[in-house]
C-alpha cells in the first residue's frame, strides 16, 4: 500500500493550443511537495496528467498501488493553472471522485481551490489547502496519522459535519534553500522529451529561483505565494541546475519565476556562480522593464546565458499601464528593448487588451510599439479577471454568465469592455498580422543591404508578406464593422 499518490489537475492535451505548442514543462510545484513528503519518510509516488487526456486513467492507478492519501496538487509555478480554466477543475473533480470511491483522504492545493475551495469540498475533497502548500501538507498528514486534532493547522479549509472551517492563513516560507530538490525522478522525462522532438523543439526544463511577486498590478492574482517574494540563493539554484544538467542532458531552462532576478544584485551573483562552476547554459525568463534596467543587470544576464526575455509590455499607451498600477512607462519599454537587442538577447512582449476605458486610440499606441519595436515573439490576450484582485472587484457584476474560460485560446471578454469579444478576438489577428508584416518589411530592407544576411526564416518572412497584406486589411474592415456591436 502506497502512503501518498501525487497528482495534479492540467492536462495540456485538453488545452488546444497549448497541446499544439509541443512544449509540456513538468509539475514544478507537484514534485517539490512529493519531495518534501518523502524526506519525512512517507512513500511516494505522481500519477502526472500533463500529457494525459482522460481525467479516469488515474483509477488504475488508484486500484493498483492503494494510496492512503490522494493530493491533488497543482503546479502553482505555471500561469495556465491561475488562470482556473474550467476543463481542469471538472478533471480536478472527477479525479476527486475517484479517490473517494476507493477510500483515499481527498487533499486539494491549487490557485482554483484557494479561491471556489466550497466547490472543491462539494465535489468531495476532505481538505483543501490554501497558499503555498508544502508545510501544511506536511502538518496536515502527520496530524491526521497521529490521529491528532487539524483545526490549528494554518492554511487549511475543511467540513465539520456541514459547516465548513476556514483556518487562519500560513505564512509563506522564506528559506527556499531548506527545501530538498523537488523529486524529479519521478517524472517521465523521455516522454516530456518526445513531446518536445514532435514539435522540433529544443528540449527544455523548468525551475523556479523565487516565489511570489512585490509588484501590484490591480490585475494579476496571487493566490499562492502572495505580494512577497522570496529567493533561492544562487548557490541553490546553479547546483540545481548542474544536477539537471549532468542527469538529464539538459542544456535550457525556463526560469519560471513571475518575475526573474527580484532581490538586489541576485543575477550578479547568480552569474559568478555559473562561471565558478564552468557550467554553460542558456535560459529565458519573465521580466519588468523597469527592472532590467537597474545597474548592469542585462549585462550579467546576457553573460550568463540568457536567451530570451518575456516582459510584461501590456500595453502601448501610459494611461493603461497608470490604470493598470503597472508601475512601469512606455519609454523603460523602448529602452530595455533597444538595450536587450544591443546584447543579442531576444525580447517577447505580453500585449494585454480589453482593459478598463481602453479607446481606439490606445489599441493604436499599442499597435504603433510593437511595429516599431519589432519584438521577437508577441503574446497577445485580452484582460482577464482573476479572484482576489481589485480589477476582479471593479467587474465582478458582468461575471455572472462566464467567470473562467475554458482553455487558454478561449479570449472571451468576461465583463462589459469598451468593445466585445468578437472585436477582441478578431483584433487578436489582426495585430499578430501586422507584426509579421513589419517583419517582413524589416527583412526586406535587411535584404536588400546585405542579401547574405537573411535566414530562411527570414525569407519565409518576406515572402509571407504578401498573404500578410491583403489579410490584415480585411481584419481592418472588419473590426470597424463589429467595434460598435453588443457581446
Not at 512606455?330 to 538577447?345: D, F, G, P, R, S
Not at 476605458?357 to 504603433?368: G, H, L, V
Not at 547574405?452 to 526564416?457: A, I, Q, R, V
Request: glycine residues 6%; charged residues 25%.
Amino acid at each position: 500500500m502506497l502512503d501518498i499518490l501525487f497528482s495534479h489537475s492540467y492536462y495540456y492535451p485538453l488545452d488546444k493550443k497549448q497541446w499544439a505548442n509541443k512544449t509540456p514543462y513538468p509539475p514544478l510545484g507537484t514534485i517539490y511537495a512529493a519531495s518534501l513528503m518523502r524526506q519525512e519518510g512517507y512513500s511516494v509516488s505522481l500519477f502526472d496528467t500533463n500529457l494525459r487526456s482522460d481525467p479516469y486513467a488515474i483509477e488504475e492507478e488508484i486500484k493498483e498501488k492503494q494510496p492512503r492519501f490522494l493530493v491533488i496538487y497543482d503546479d502553482g509555478f505555471n500561469y495556465l493553472t491561475k488562470m482556473c480554466l474550467t476543463t481542469m477543475r471538472e478533471a480536478a473533480f472527477e479525479m476527486i471522485g475517484l479517490g473517494k470511491k476507493y477510500d483515499c483522504t481527498v487533499i486539494v492545493c491549487s490557485s482554483d481551490s484557494t479561491d471556489h475551495y466550497e466547490k472543491y469540498l462539494e465535489a468531495g475533497a476532505d481538505y483543501i489547502i490554501q497558499g503555498e502548500g508544502e508545510i501544511t501538507l506536511k502538518e496536515l498528514i502527520a496530524a491526521l496519522e497521529n490521529e491528532e486534532a487539524v483545526q490549528l493547522i494554518s492554511g487549511l479549509v475543511f467540513k465539520e459535519g456541514d459547516e465548513v472551517k476556514k483556518n487562519t492563513k500560513r505564512p509563506v516560507l522564506r528559506d527556499l534553500d531548506e527545501l530538498p530538490m523537488p523529486a524529479w525522478d519521478l517524472v517521465d522525462m523521455d516522454a516530456y522529451k518526445e513531446v518536445w522532438s514532435q514539435g522540433n523543439g529544443r528540449f527544455t526544463l523548468n525551475i523556479a529561483t523565487t516565489r511570489g511577486c512585490p509588484y501590484k498590478c490591480n490585475w494579476c492574482a496571487k493566490p499562492i505565494y502572495g505580494n512577497r517574494y522570496n529567493s533561492h540563493s544562487p548557490e541553490y539554484i546553479v547546483r540545481h541546475l548542474s544536477f539537471l544538467k549532468e542527469t538529464y542532458g539538459v542544456e535550457r531552462f525556463w526560469m519560471c519565476d513571475d518575475i526573474f532576478g527580484l532581490k538586489p544584485n541576485w543575477v550578479q551573483e547568480f552569474n559568478k556562480e555559473l562561471q565558478k562552476a564552468t557550467l554553460s547554459i542558456s535560459y529565458y525568463i519573465q521580466s519588468r522593464v523597469d527592472l532590467l534596467l537597474k545597474d548592469d543587470t542585462i549585462d550579467a544576464l546576457a553573460a550568463s546565458g540568457l536567451e530570451e526575455v518575456w516582459v510584461g509590455a501590456e500595453s502601448g499607451s501610459q494611461k493603461i499601464l497608470d490604470a493598470m498600477d503597472k508601475g512601469t512607462t512606455v519609454e523603460q519599454i523602448y529602452t530595455a528593448t533597444e538595450l536587450l537587442k544591443k546584447k543579442n538577447v531576444r525580447v517577447a512582449f505580453f500585449i494585454q487588451f480589453g482593459y478598463l476605458e481602453e479607446t481606439k486610440e490606445d489599441i493604436a499606441k499599442t499597435i504603433r510599439m510593437i511595429k516599431e519595436l519589432l519584438p521577437d515573439n508577441l503574446g497577445i490576450s485580452v484582460s482577464y479577471p482573476l479572484p482576489g484582485t481589485k480589477f476582479y472587484e471593479k467587474v465582478r457584476d458582468d461575471l455572472k454568465l462566464k467567470a473562467n474560460w475554458t482553455d487558454s485560446d478561449d479570449l472571451a471578454m468576461m465583463f462589459q469592455g469598451t468593445f466585445n469579444s468578437k472585436y477582441y478576438k478578431k483584433l487578436h489577428r489582426y495585430v499578430h498580422k501586422e507584426y509579421r508584416k513589419s517583419q517582413a518589411i524589416a527583412n526586406f530592407k535587411r535584404f536588400f543591404s546585405n542579401p547574405l544576411s537573411l535566414s530562411g526564416g527570414g525569407l519565409r518572412s518576406m515572402a509571407l508578406y504578401f498573404y500578410y497584406l491583403p489579410s490584415s486589411m480585411l481584419d481592418r474592415v472588419f473590426l470597424k464593422k463589429v467595434q460598435h456591436t453588443n457581446a
